[in-house]
């Protein structure tokens, strides 16, 4: 199931929910996070939360922790339109497991909900291109060398937006293995969350 919170949402983002309910999604649509926080609260459970905006500076961040605070397990996917790079990176670090321009199509909005609902991530070239550079001189010249191998192999997978279960299957390990891997490459990386070590892998053109 799918919710949608749809405060300041365009007619682009209210066609493609009217167009995929009835095929793929049962959607709860509400107006804002203050009315989907009780849901919440209360056991209801979602595939994935999609929070839109008209523009990612509309996207309120602390509606975004919240909605992170309250259904940790729950992936979030943004979709606005990216008038600031910089805000729809600050939404990813927030918490969102996504993020998607409302330029799209409706054929990659459906993507990005299938991979952010499998456990994946979905950012759009532009932003990881755009993500910024490590800052410590160790990260500037090799943030791979903590990582082992293996944790390479994983972290390359992240970057392709893989979820932990495909992740597992290409590599022939367990899922708790590779949930293992992750939690230590998030460490080692010093960043929030696999997101953001996806963007870094991207951004400074990874290759193990």
């Given at each position: 199931m799918l919710?949608?919170?749809?405060?300041?949402c365009d007619a682009?983002?209210?066609?493609?929910?009217?167009?995929?309910?009835p095929k793929r999604w049962r959607i709860t649509d509400v107006a804002a996070v203050s009315e989907l926080a009780p849901l919440l609260r209360r056991g209801e459970e979602f595939d994935v939360v999609l929070l839109v905006g008209s523009t990612s500076t509309h996207i309120?961040?602390?509606?975004?922790?919240?909605?992170?605070?309250?259904?940790?397990?729950?992936?979030?996917?943004?979709a606005a339109e990216c008038d600031d790079p910089e805000r729809a990176l600050a939404i990813l670090s927030a918490?969102?497991?996504?993020?998607?321009?409302?330029?799209?199509?409706?054929?990659?909005?459906?993507?990005?909900?299938?991979?952010?609902?499998?456990g994946g991530t979905y950012v759009p070239l532009a932003l990881s291109e755009a993500?910024?550079?490590?800052?410590?001189?160790?990260?500037?010249?090799?943030?791979?060398?903590?990582?082992?191998?293996?944790?390479?192999?994983?972290?390359?997978?992240?970057?392709?937006?893989?979820?932990?279960?495909?992740?597992?299957?290409?590599?022939?390990?367990?899922?708790?293995?590779v949930k293992a891997h992750v939690k230590q490459?998030?460490?080692?990386l010093n960043v929030a969350t696999r997101t953001q070590a996806a963007l870094l892998a991207t951004r400074t053109g990874f290759d193990h």
């Open positions: 919710s949608s919170t749809t405060a300041d682009i983002v209210s066609n493609w929910l009217w167009i995929i309910s309120d961040l602390a509606d975004l922790a919240l909605l992170a605070a309250t259904a940790p397990h729950t992936p979030i996917l943004v918490g969102a497991r996504g993020f998607l321009p409302t330029s799209y199509s409706l054929k990659v909005l459906i993507g990005a909900l299938e991979r952010v609902r499998s993500a910024p550079a490590p800052t410590s001189e160790r990260a500037r010249h090799s943030p791979w060398s903590e990582l082992t191998r293996r944790q390479c192999d994983v972290l390359a997978l992240i970057a392709q937006g893989k979820a932990n279960k495909l992740i597992a299957d290409s590599l022939r390990m367990s899922e708790s293995t490459i998030i460490r080692r």
